[in-house]
């Protein structure tokens, strides 16, 4: 299991990375996005500094005024993810990210 914050301008929130049976689940908590956001969306990434690029695996899109989500990402390639990423869909723009930190 893997917890960590994300934190950013337009998003901030709690993240957990944990694994049931053959399952594994990205657990957002207490998640703000900036109001009015078209598009936000949820990504893993491989980059550390958590920049838009070639390494984004889409997670799911965001609906404004929610702040727990549970998805399954027991599909997506995890052996090198290194950050949730939050960010704008329509205007390739970060809100925030969150570095994994597997300790």
Same mark, same amino acid.
């Given at each position: 299991? +893997?917890?960590?914050?994300? =934190?950013?301008?337009? *998003?901030?929130?709690?993240? /957990?990375?944990?694994?049931?049976? #053959?399952?594994?689940?990205?657990?957002?908590?207490?998640?703000?996005? +900036?109001?009015?956001?078209? =598009?936000?969306?949820? *990504?893993?990434?491989?980059? /550390?500094?958590?920049?838009?690029? #070639?390494?984004?695996?889409?997670?799911?899109?965001?609906?404004?005024?929610?702040?727990?989500?549970?998805?399954?990402?027991?599909?997506?390639?995890?052996?090198?993810?290194?950050?949730?990423?939050?960010?704008?869909?329509?205007?390739?723009?970060?809100?925030?990210?969150?570095?994994?930190?597997?300790?």
């Amino acid at each position: 299991m +893997a917890k960590f914050k994300i =934190d950013g301008l337009e *998003a901030k929130g709690f993240t /957990e990375i944990v694994t049931e049976g #053959d399952s594994t689940y990205l657990k957002l908590s207490e998640l703000w996005i +900036a109001p009015g956001a078209p =598009d936000v969306q949820v *990504a893993l990434s491989s980059n /550390e500094e958590g920049k838009l690029d #070639d390494t984004l695996q889409h997670v799911a899109f965001l609906p404004y005024g929610k702040t727990e989500f549970i998805f399954d990402i027991s599909k997506l390639e995890l052996f090198k993810t290194k950050t949730v990423i939050v960010y704008c869909t329509q205007y390739y723009v970060h809100f925030g990210h969150g570095t994994i930190n597997l300790n």
